[in-house]
């Protein structure tokens, strides 16, 4: 009640908010939030900047332009070119179908797009092992005809692509759904050809969505380890992938070796860290929908 | 007019747009190839076995253990990361501090870093001779080729899930609801126990399940830490590995079907909680 009566004659009393926490629990839970990440997460990553420059800049190249590496660099990339543009395509167009169409079995099916989150990488790899191997359901006629998918490129792929499938569906059905169908059948009203409709009016509507789709699928599918540890057979310098060739290093002994490989990804993740972030931050009304969901 | 319009044919397709059949064509088709034949493969395997066979094949101590300890340490790490989230949304959401926007963007380094690469620095850093290994072996504590290891790596890669389902959450929350509490003479802790934390429980709970279910099937960055000792540090996923190298291809698939049973199950729990979330906004 005095502040009431005071207020504009006295010298100024500092409201205190019920919502405004003590500046010591704010100090504590800051420094709670800062130690947390900084020993869970930001050691780790120190650490194996730390490690592979250990021996020097020049074992780190040295490691880094070893045959075998540079074979496992050229393998993922070559997986990722392959996986990542597939599922971009799958992406569109379970958007498409999905945001723009109603269907019976609609919700399963979003569900289903989920599942590669939730599903354990082993067991990613393990069902096309189940479908492709010598004592699976097709390996026994693939092998009549000499065809190799697994340990080879393309169970490979089919692992990444698993894994990394939903990426691009994800953030897209949400975005596409919350932008509703206006736009479209407006352009297909005054004329417009599919192709056209989706290249001049969807497109821009879901640029940034989908490059920040494209960006995490790529870096899973870089990244992946566990699905494709299953199918690729560990080939040293043929089926090993970058994550698959750090664990032959790592189980060798080869420290410097095993560290300069995780540096090379690391980078590679937080430079799409970095990405994602300034996506977020640039175009966080266009990318809004997704996260409101 | 009228007439003219009468003339004009119905159209062929309900839909205004195109492409619905050749968008859908290309989903179900992509869904089918890539996922269902193989789900399909993974779910009838087993029982190549007959259902005893599928129960003698996941009821072995040692498969046993590593489910245990696999669902054992999620949970753990689930409980560890709901703390923490909590505590990382808090701050991130309601204070402002020097070092903010970096702490934000860091969040999501489990997401981008490759499990391997996780997976050979965490276990470098706390073993005997690691950074934080050897300050804590004075201790007599141990924790890489350890469970707790295992626990270690799964509450690293499921704390992002934990900090990013509450964070919008809790900032679309508002403050009145805490000043109204706080007026009709709530303490602090009362009204972040009694109105917070409940409002915030669909979300609490959603992003538990998440880091549940990642650390239940975590592979990569858990192997290195685990030392996999067999039923003491063995998870389940590297035992449908090892299977498979030693070609028991059934008995890997019925440690697979449980595993994605599991799967399943979270995922429509995640789904009820989104509709729960929905009803109460």
Known sequence: ?????????????????????????KALLVVMAFGFIAVLLLLPLLLVFREAFAGGFLALWTAITEPDSLAAVRLSLMAAAIAVPLNTVFGIAAAWSIAKFDFPGKTFLVTLIDLPFSVSPVVSGLIYVLVFGMQGWFGPQLADHNIHILFALPGIVLATMFVTFPFVARELIPLMMDQGRDEEEAAATLGASGLSTFLRVTLPNIKWGLLYGVLLCNARALGEFGAVSVVSGHIRGVTNTMPLHIELLYNNYDYVGAFAVAALLAMLGLITLALKSLLEWRYADELAAMHRH | MSAIGLKIPLPR??????????????????????????????????????????WN????????????LSFGMAFLAAAIDSVFGFVIAWVLVR??????????????LPFALPTAVAGIALSTLYAPNGWIGSLLIAHDIRIAYTPWGVLVAMTFIGLPFTVRTLQPVLSELGLEIEEVAATLGATRLQTISRVVVPMLMPALLTGAAMAFARGVGE???????AGNIPAVSEIAPLLIVTKLEQYDYAGAAAIGVVMLGASFVLLLALNGLQSWAAKRR
């Open chain 1, 1 to 25: 009640m005095s502040a009431l009566f005071n207020s504009g004659i006295a010298p100024r009393q500092r409201f205190h908010r019920p919502t405004d926490d003590p500046v010591w629990l």
């Open chain 2, 13 to 54: 397709s309900r839909h205004v747009l195109p492409g619905f059949r050749l968008s859908l064509g290309i989903t179900l088709f992509y869904m089918t190839g890539l996922v269902l034949i193989p789900l399909l493969a993974l779910v009838i395997r087993p029982f190549s076995l007959g259902l005893d066979g599928f």
């Open chain 2, 57 to 68: 094949a996941i009821s072995t101590p040692r498969v046993l253990a590593s489910l245990r």
């Open chain 2, 95 to 108: 204070y402002r501090f020097p070092g903010k926007g970096l702490l934000d963007a860091v969040i999501d």
């Open chain 2, 219 to 225: 592979y990569g960055s858990v192997i290195f830490i």
